[in-house]
Nanobody, 127 residues
Framework: QVQLVESGGGSVEAGGSLRLSCVVS????????MAWFRQAPGEVHEGVAA???????AYKDSVKGRFTISRDKAKNTLYLEMNNLKPEDTASYYC?????????????????????WGRGTLVTVSS
């Protein structure tokens, strides 16, 4: 059974940092593309940072230079390092996985088209 379990969310002031983790089990993690999506209250899910299986990465424009996605294949863990957090980063953050690419030159895969996702971890940034 595939499982994606996120942790690391919390409440911080603007300008602060958090590191999210996602432990993956139940499949050959190294062959999957992975990403972090988020959903703010009243909003749809949006892609934040992604790493395709080939190691290429992509970021939402508003987080470029502040967020970094990485993966430790030995630990079956995906990370999202978030620095200089802003109130607009407040959302539930979800770890997702898919056997195909999550982003291409045509754009990102929509949330509904993704294969697996976790239950999310809440990030709250106060001004």
């Amino acid at each position: 059974q595939v499982q994606l379990v996120e942790s690391g969310g919390g409440s911080v002031e603007a300008g602060g940092s958090l590191r999210l983790s996602c432990v993956v089990s139940g499949y050959d993690y190294s062959r999957y593309s992975m990403a972090w999506f988020r959903q703010a209250p009243g909003e749809v899910h949006e892609g934040v940072a992604a790493m395709n299986a080939d190691g290429s990465t992509a970021y939402k424009d508003s987080v470029k230079g502040r967020f970094t996605i990485s993966r430790d294949k030995a630990k079956n863990t995906l990370y999202l390092e978030m620095n200089n957090l802003k109130p607009e980063d407040t959302a539930s953050y979800y770890c997702v996985a898919d056997p195909g690419p999550i982003f291409t030159p045509m754009g990102w895969v929509e949330w509904a088209g993704l294969d697996e996702w976790g239950r999310g971890t809440l990030v709250t940034v106060s001004s």
